[in-house]
Nanobody, 125 residues
Framework: VQLVESGGGSVQAGGSLSLSCSMP????????MGWFRQAPGKEREGVAA????????NYADSVKGRFTNSQDSAKNIVYLQMNSLNLEDTAMYYC????????????????????RGQGTQVTVS
């Protein structure tokens, strides 16, 4: 199942954007839902991961206090609200789902994720 992101675009520094991603129906394979990003010339990195059963979300240090990962369980949609955007937030953003949130924080785990999106571009200028 290919996930589909939407909501990317261009914004000035200090502005906000909201991304959304349609997820499969909840199952053990989607216990963790969240977002990665890849900036030009850099490795893909975990941004936010929400564990559905505990409702706990972990964030990369670089986005804490600025980004919020949330879900609408009735619509199977995951959102990433991004505030106070800066130039370093420019990247392709990808949504993903997997049985475990540990993969968000271990390098090189993107290919092993159970569900992955194709990405949406966010450009901050």
């Amino acid at each position: 199942v290919q996930l589909v992101e939407s909501g990317g675009g261009s914004v000035q520094a200090g502005g906000s954007l909201s991304l959304s991603c349609s997820m499969p129906n909840f199952s053990d394979n989607t216990s963790c839902m969240g977002w990665f990003r890849q900036a030009p010339g850099k490795e893909r990195e975990g941004v936010a991961a929400l564990h559905i059963r505990t409702s706990k979300t972990n964030y990369a240090d670089s986005v804490k206090g600025r980004f919020t990962n949330s879900q609408d369980s009735a619509k199977n949609i995951v959102y990433l609200q991004m505030n106070s955007l800066n130039l370093e937030d420019t990247a392709m953003y990808y949504c993903a789902a997997d049985p475990t949130c540990a993969k968000w924080w271990s390098p090189g785990q993107w290919p092993a994720l159970r569900y992955r999106g194709q990405g949406t571009q966010v450009t901050v200028s």
